[in-house]
């Protein structure tokens, strides 16, 4: 069985490996981008009466958010998680050149989908009691099932700006000295040819 598995993905493998397309931080870039689409689209769905009279069951119900009708009203709550979706993904755009601001986009959509994350277990009828409950999902469960896997990309985009500015703060405060050490502000270290974070 593993001859004819590796037989089948060695090729495709070093297709990869040689096109550069996996080295080149395609997968930051993608998912960078894809987040920013996301943002764009559900963002223009708020300015609309109908998005606010979907929105209902789940602003109603979800533990972190339920606050926005008493403050805002339906469509108040709608403009307001427009603006909001509207500014992160104006900010995972800025991302692509100034990771500070990518920082923050990450942090404002890792706070967006917790919140609809936590709504998950509070909405009703959210299983299928035909099928014997849960895990077999029902009404709006799917649609917030999504957010799951959204914040997880939240998350790697956090990861990976805070990183890059990490290791650009490490770079910056390197100051080359004889060949193979860098002298920091605590002393030297010999270079091992590792990114350092």
Same mark, same amino acid.
């Given at each position: 069985?593993?001859?004819?598995?590796?037989?089948?993905?060695?090729?495709?493998?070093?297709m990869?490996?040689?096109?550069?397309?996996?080295?080149?931080?395609?997968?930051?870039?993608?998912?960078r981008?894809?987040?920013?689409?996301?943002?764009?689209?559900?963002?223009y769905?708020?300015w609309?009466e109908?998005?606010?009279?979907?929105?209902?069951?789940?602003?109603?119900?979800?533990p972190?958010?339920?606050?926005?009708?008493?403050?805002?009203?339906?469509?108040?709550?709608?403009?307001?998680? #427009?603006?909001?979706?509207?500014t992160?993904?104006?900010?995972?755009?800025?991302?692509?050149?100034?990771?500070?601001?990518?920082?923050?986009?990450?942090?404002?959509?890792?706070?967006?989908?917790?919140?609809?994350v936590t709504?998950?277990?509070?909405?009703?009828?959210?299983?299928?009691?035909?099928?014997?409950?849960?895990?077999?999902?029902?009404?709006?469960?799917?649609?917030?099932?999504k957010?799951?896997?959204?914040l997880?990309?939240?998350?790697?985009?956090?990861?990976q700006?805070?990183?890059?500015?990490?290791?650009?703060?490490?770079?910056?405060?390197?100051?080359?000295?004889?060949? #193979?050490?860098?002298?920091f502000? #605590?002393?030297?270290?010999?270079?091992?040819?590792?990114?350092?974070f």
């Open positions: 069985m593993n001859t004819v598995i590796n037989a089948t993905l060695n090729p495709l493998v070093g990869l490996r040689r096109s550069g397309l996996l080295t080149r931080d395609l997968d930051y870039h993608a998912v981008a894809s987040m920013v689409i996301i943002f764009l689209f559900f963002g769905q708020k609309f109908y998005e606010a009279q979907v929105l209902i069951p789940y602003i109603s119900n979800g972190l958010i339920w606050w926005m009708y008493p403050v805002f009203g339906i469509r108040g709550a709608s403009w307001f998680l #427009g603006v909001a979706e509207w992160f993904g104006a900010l995972l755009f800025a991302g692509f050149w100034d990771k500070r601001l990518g920082i923050l986009g990450a942090a404002g959509s890792v706070v967006t989908f917790i919140m609809t709504i998950i277990p509070f909405m009703p009828d959210g299983w299928a009691a035909s099928a014997g409950g849960f895990p077999a999902m029902t009404g709006n469960i799917p649609f917030l099932m957010d799951v896997v959204l997880a990309a939240s998350i790697y985009l956090l990861k700006d805070v990183a890059r500015i990490g290791q650009r703060s490490d770079e910056a405060a390197a100051v080359p000295t004889a060949a #193979g050490e860098r002298k502000a #605590g002393g030297v270290a010999r270079s091992t040819g590792l990114p350092t």
